[in-house]
């Protein structure tokens, strides 16, 4: 079994691998080896200073860079909110229970222990009356460990 480059690798576990290295057509990607076309993250900041510093549209550095016109605005999103480590690729929405509180979760818990038969949906819109916290239903659900199929 060939062993996976480091670098590669690396770039996988951080989000950051551009699984299409070959739809990127910049220039400076063909010139340098400084630039790889396989650091997503590169590619995106280079794509975003081509528009924001060399005035070029949008439309062209979406395609010279191997994006869509609207991965071009959701880089540019994801840059103004947190730079560079936004670039990369990530789960999508926010990481874990960040809204919850340690208290919010046992709350939620001994609630469904207690009333087994609430849904994830009331449990949320008691959290909310208790403690102003607004998460959605499956999100409960996930943390109680319920699965609510709906009847067919």
Partial sequence: ??????????????????????????????????????????????????????????????????????????????????????????KAGRPGLWKMTEEAVQWARELHRRQPRLSGREIAERLAVEFGIEVHRRTIERLVGVSRKKNS
């Fill in 1 to 90: 079994m060939a062993k996976r480059h480091p670098k590669r690798q690396f770039l996988e576990e951080a989000g950051a691998l551009n699984r299409h290295p070959d739809r990127v057509r910049a220039r400076v990607f063909q010139a340098h080896r400084f630039f790889d076309p396989l650091d997503k993250v590169q590619v995106k900041y280079e794509m975003l200073r081509a528009h924001a510093v060399d005035g070029r549209s949008v439309v062209e550095v979406s395609e010279e860079y191997g994006f869509s016109r609207e991965t071009y605005y959701t880089t540019v999103d994801a840059f103004e909110a947190g730079g560079v480590a936004w670039l990369a690729d990530g």
